[in-house]
């Protein structure tokens, strides 16, 4: 049996490759090669500012691959629900939970046109799972919560782990981060997970200098404190151990000699009772 692929439509929008975008700056401190001079320029006045801005994103990225195995191998979760999903950078979440249970169903959500280029990359599945690919903002959760992508993928009876991560910085307090999780979550039944993470500046205060940057740039950015990122979790149960900078969740060996300065991301994983 083939893989059960759902094509997305060819974009016809204006890339505005003569501006930063902060999926290609994030793909550019990755090594990636999807980006534009001025996305380097920007990230590299943002190197400049932190030269630590590079392992960060690193350690943000290593979260989402051993959140996906925790959830994929421990929880037994089956269906992902990726939401801001930035260009493809492998291995891609479906390729993590799918080479832990190749059965894994997996639907991609991003606003950006630059992503939906190289969507044909997030729409490669094992034979026994399935990808989709939904172009839709996190800031119109309806948007997302009533594609039909959505309900053709998934069994809504069965547990869904919603995947945020690095994203909830760009969306700014006055449009109600935490509302748009919640109701993102609230169709998905009993059991199912949230995964986040998101920049902050307890870490280290020299993080501002980034943030500063990407606002001087047009992207709006806002660096949360521990006790906001919490917030994100209320009503659900966290797993350990709680709300912690991204290498320090359930680390695999890989980051012990890091400091917590050298990291701008706090990142947690919660079951909805």
Same mark, same amino acid.
């Given at each position: ?117 190289? @969507? ?26 009533? @594609? ?106 890989? @980051? ?18």
């Amino acid at each position: 049996m083939k893989a059960r692929l759902q094509e997305p439509p060819v974009p016809q929008t204006d890339l505005r490759t003569d501006i930063p975008h902060s999926a290609r700056i994030y793909d550019y401190v990755l090594g990636g090669k999807d980006n534009f001079p001025a996305d380097r320029e920007a990230a590299e006045q943002m190197l400049r500012g932190w030269p630590s801005l590079r392992t960060s994103m690193r350690q943000s990225r290593a979260f989402m691959h051993r959140v996906t195995r925790h959830l994929a191998a421990e929880q037994g979760v089956r269906q992902f629900l990726d939401v801001g999903t930035g260009i493809p950078t492998e291995p891609n979440l479906h390729q993590v939970a799918q080479g832990i249970a190749p059965e894994s169903q997996i639907v991609y959500v991003d606003n950006d046109p630059m992503v939906l280029v190289h @969507a044909r990359a997030l729409l490669s599945s094992s034979p026994e799972g399935r990808t989709a690919y939904l172009q839709a903002d996190m800031r119109e959760p309806q948007a997302i919560i009533s @594609a039909p992508q959505l309900h053709d993928t998934f069994d809504l009876d069965q547990p869904v782990a919603l995947s945020v991560i690095a994203v909830l910085q760009f969306v700014p307090d006055e449009l109600d981060p935490v509302g748009i999780i919640q109701r993102l979550l609230e169709p998905l039944p009993s059991g199912s997970f949230l995964a986040l993470s998101m920049v902050t500046v307890d870490s280290n205060p020299a993080i501002g200098d980034v943030v500063r940057e990407y606002n001087a740039r047009g992207i709006n950015v806002t660096a949360r404190t521990h006790k906001q990122v919490e917030a994100f979790f209320d009503g659900l149960e966290l797993v350990d151990p709680g709300v912690v900078l991204v290498h320090r969740w359930r680390p695999d060996g890989s @980051a012990d000699d890091l400091d917590d300065a050298d990291v701008a991301m706090y990142g947690g994983v919660a079951r909805k009772p």
